[in-house]
């Protein structure tokens, strides 16, 4: 009976050391995984960073700098992006919501959102036009006539032009939505308006770009008015 209690006792202990065995193996494979994944999502974060950085530096502001990026579920998150050296030209945060399946196979992302775009320019003495960050180049056109956007739709929620004049300080507001068709056309909504003393207005309009690339637009000014020096 004695000789059997220590069998007994050898073939618990023996099995309690595979058991934390097999625990270890788990722990240092899951530790692995999750290193894997940790540094797949930081390579993806840095690249999708960088690309957008890219695209927007080609479009015209060549200082622009993408500030945090995240990941989520649906898509992902920019916050803050300086348009120029100094920060005075910024949008504040774009959000991308998307199907990551229709993404890697279609090219095809559901909603871009855009927070507060805030843009500062100016007029001096001579006439000349400057935006800050802005070095006067214009997105390019693929040349192919076709209309066809990589979103279904784009809401602008607020941009913000600061305009400094020999005249006077001006500042100009907007918001705007374009909505992706069935026949690959683009509905395009908006709004744009001041509310100053020496400038006051507002203009809504609509539009529409068709399957072939050809673009329509009408406006209506709602109200109006300018006391510019100067200004007939």
Same mark, same amino acid.
């Given at each position: 009976?004695?000789?059997?209690?220590?069998? +007994?006792?050898?073939?618990?202990?023996?099995?309690?050391?595979?058991?934390?065995?097999?625990?270890?193996?788990?722990?240092?494979? +899951?530790?692995?995984?999750?290193?894997?994944?940790?540094? @797949?999502?930081?390579?993806?974060?840095?690249?999708?960073?960088?690309?957008?950085?890219?695209?927007?530096?080609?479009? @015209?502001?060549? =200082?622009?700098?993408?500030?945090?990026?995240?990941?989520?579920?649906?898509?992902?998150?920019?916050?803050?992006?300086?348009?120029?050296?100094?920060?005075?030209?910024?949008?504040?945060?774009?959000?991308?919501?998307?199907?990551?399946?229709?993404?890697?196979?279609?090219?095809?992302?559901?909603?871009?959102?855009?927070?507060?775009?805030?843009?500062?320019?100016?007029?001096?003495?001579?006439?000349?036009?400057?935006?800050?960050?802005?070095?006067?180049?214009?997105?390019?056109?693929? @040349?192919?006539?076709?209309?066809?956007?990589?979103?279904?739709?784009?809401?602008?929620?607020?941009?913000?032009?600061?305009?400094?004049?020999?005249? @006077?300080?001006?500042?100009?507001?907007?918001?705007?939505?374009?909505?992706?068709?069935?026949?690959?056309?683009?509905?395009?909504?908006?709004?744009?308006?001041?509310?100053?003393?020496?400038?006051?207005? =507002?203009?809504?309009?609509?539009?529409?770009?068709?399957?072939?690339?050809?673009?329509?637009?009408?406006?209506?000014?709602?109200?109006?008015?300018?006391?510019?020096?100067?200004?007939?």
């Amino acid at each position: 009976m004695r000789r059997l209690s220590i069998t +007994s006792t050898f073939n618990r202990s023996a099995g309690v050391a595979r058991k934390k065995g097999r625990i270890r193996k788990v722990l240092l494979i +899951s530790t692995a995984l999750g290193v894997c994944v940790g540094a @797949g999502v930081f390579g993806s974060a840095f690249w999708a960073k960088a690309l957008i950085q890219t695209q927007i530096r080609s479009s @015209g502001f060549p =200082q622009a700098r993408v500030g945090i990026l995240q990941f989520t579920p649906s898509g992902l998150i920019i916050d803050h992006i300086a348009l120029d050296a100094n920060d005075f030209s910024t949008v504040d945060q774009i959000s991308v919501t998307l199907s990551w399946s229709d993404l890697l196979l279609k090219r095809q992302i559901d909603s871009l959102s855009v927070k507060d775009i805030s843009l500062m320019g100016e007029i001096d003495e001579s006439g000349k036009f400057r935006v800050a960050g802005w070095d006067a180049t214009l997105p390019t056109s693929t @040349g192919d006539g076709k209309a066809d956007l990589p979103f279904r739709s784009l809401f602008l929620q607020g941009l913000t032009f600061d305009l400094d004049t020999p005249q @006077g300080d001006f500042r100009i507001e907007a918001k705007a939505h374009v909505e992706a068709r069935e026949d690959h056309s683009q509905t395009i909504s908006f709004s744009t308006w001041s509310e100053q003393k020496l400038l006051s207005f =507002q203009i809504d309009g609509k539009g529409q770009i068709a399957s072939d690339g050809s673009f329509s637009l009408s406006s209506e000014l709602l109200e109006g008015r300018v006391e510019i020096p100067g200004f007939q």
